[in-house]
């Protein structure tokens, strides 16, 4: 039987291409590093944070608006403090806002 036409779970197509692996560890770390930080941030602002991309030692925050943008700046100092604390080699946090497609759609 042909593979392409049998489902396959996401763990299976990670054991079978190493980039796909790759993105989906970088993926988790990214998710555990916002779990790490989640106590530092303050609890109104949670909701508009989500974990971004990780390239090197950089690592990108992606906010919903830029008031909490403007606050995270804030705190970037203590979040890299509080990741290296946890073993993460974090030499900068990025932040990028993410427009929401409905904002884009009504321009």
């Given amino acids: 039987m042909n593979r392409r036409h049998q489902p396959f779970t996401l763990q299976q197509a990670c054991q079978e291409a190493p980039t796909l692996a790759r993105l989906s560890e970088l993926s988790a770390d990214s998710v555990a590093r916002l779990k790490a930080i ?3 941030i303050p ?16 690592w990108c ?15 970037l100092p203590a979040l890299q403090a509080h990741l290296r604390s946890k073993g993460w080699e974090v030499d900068s946090i990025r932040l990028k806002i993410q427009v929401s497609t409905n904002s884009a759609s009504n321009r």
């Fill in 61 to 75: 925050l992606l906010l919903s608006n830029s008031a909490a943008a403007a606050k995270i700046r804030q705190l």
């Fill in 43 to 58: 609890t109104a602002l949670r909701s508009a944070l989500k974990a971004g991309p990780i390239e090197g030692t950089a």
């Fill in 38 to 40: 989640e106590p530092l």
